[in-house]
């Protein structure tokens, strides 16, 4: 069997593109699905893109990356988030997709097991199958606040088992893992000798509590950390990831990967996302905790059950019966786009995402209080 036949097209994405070709035909649609800031791009990073074409900057680059965005993206970790490797030890992607599909095509051999703790973001294991690995999933508890425990870890474990993904804070709940579930992770992988996939995107969108690094944790050459600009810097299309890791034959392989297949990334993206390294989102996060306190007491006055996002920009709440049939009806009768939990092996939830403006959350949650008082 060809892996295509074993992965099916992103749910998000496909109820998202339904939503927009709704609202192309004229529907008042609120469209509460992509995981996408409705900020612009900062001025900053726009016009280094500009300065970038006026230069003539449209050739070929490094397929790891230029090294002066290495270098940036180097000194940006280790001064704002404490995580350290050097720009030979970084290789950029396209998104944080490509890095996480060279991270899995690294260290992956058929048959290989990768751990995943639903609810799980879509592409994990569309991406593990497509490199003939197996995705072993352990499903968390709504009980446990979607964390895993030391127990369900090692019951999950095989002698196949080859890394774990870890989604911190996490898409599509919110939750933020603790130091001691992440020492928990560390330890089980550590003693384990398997890699651990740290895919730390929403990073820097933390509005309870601190977000704490995998980094330090586990083994330095167990360690593939993964981490972009579009969710950070409202740069979804610019398509500026990267993978970063200590071991030197894993970040030899992904290099390989990246330069049969894709070359390098856009040139003009790579000098944009320089300016990105010193641009301040401050103000993006903030707004977005706004959003995150009104869609949290919304919640609780329709008496939906959910556990408290701490981070990311999702709302994961409870539905009774079928939460695709939740989803198309609330859809079709409200015109409110959401995503079923079953989207992320959590069949029974529904996520909203507030990476839209608060008048549209507004409207939303009017039209879902309609829709649940019917």
Known sequence: MHPTELITPSKT???????????????????????????QTPRPIVEKAFEALEKGLTKYTDSDGIPELRHAISEYLKTKKGVEFSPDEIVVSNGGKQAL?????????????????????????????????????LRTR??????????????????????????????PSGVIYTQETLETIAHIANENNV????????????????????????????LIYVNAFSKSHAMTGWRVGYTATKNKEIKKRVSKIQSHVASNINTIAQYAAIEACKTDNSYMIAEFKKRCEFV???????????????????????????????????????????????????PGFVRISFATSLENLEEGFRRLEEFLNS
């Open 142 to 171: 709504y009980e446990n606040g979607f964390v895993p425990t030391k127990e369900e870890i090692l019951q999950h474990l095989s002698p196949r088992t080859k890394a774990i993904v870890v989604n911190s804070p996490n898409n």
């Open 101 to 137: 599909f060279n991270a899995f095509a690294a260290i992956l051999d058929e048959g290989d097991e990768v751990l995943l703790f639903a609810p799980y973001w879509v592409s994990y294991p569309a991406q593990i199958h497509l490199v003939r690995g197996k995705p072993v999933v």
């Open 13 to 39: 994405l496909q109820i998202d593109s339904l939503a927009k070709k709704l609202k192309s035909e004229g529907k008042p649609v609120i469209n509460l699905t992509a995981g996408e800031p409705d900020f």
């Open 195 to 222: 890699y651990v996939v740290t895919d730390e995107v929403y990073d820097e969108l933390v509005y309870v509590g601190t977000h704490r690094s995998l980094y330090g944790l586990v083994k330095p050459e167990l």
């Open 296 to 346: 949290v007491n919304r919640a609780k006055q329709l008496g939906l059950e959910f556990v408290e996002p701490k981070g990311a920009f999702y709302l994961f709440f409870k539905v009774d019966g079928d939460d695709e049939e939740f989803c198309h009806r609330l859809l079709e009768e409200k015109m409110v786009a959401t995503v079923p939990g079953s989207a992320f092996d959590m």
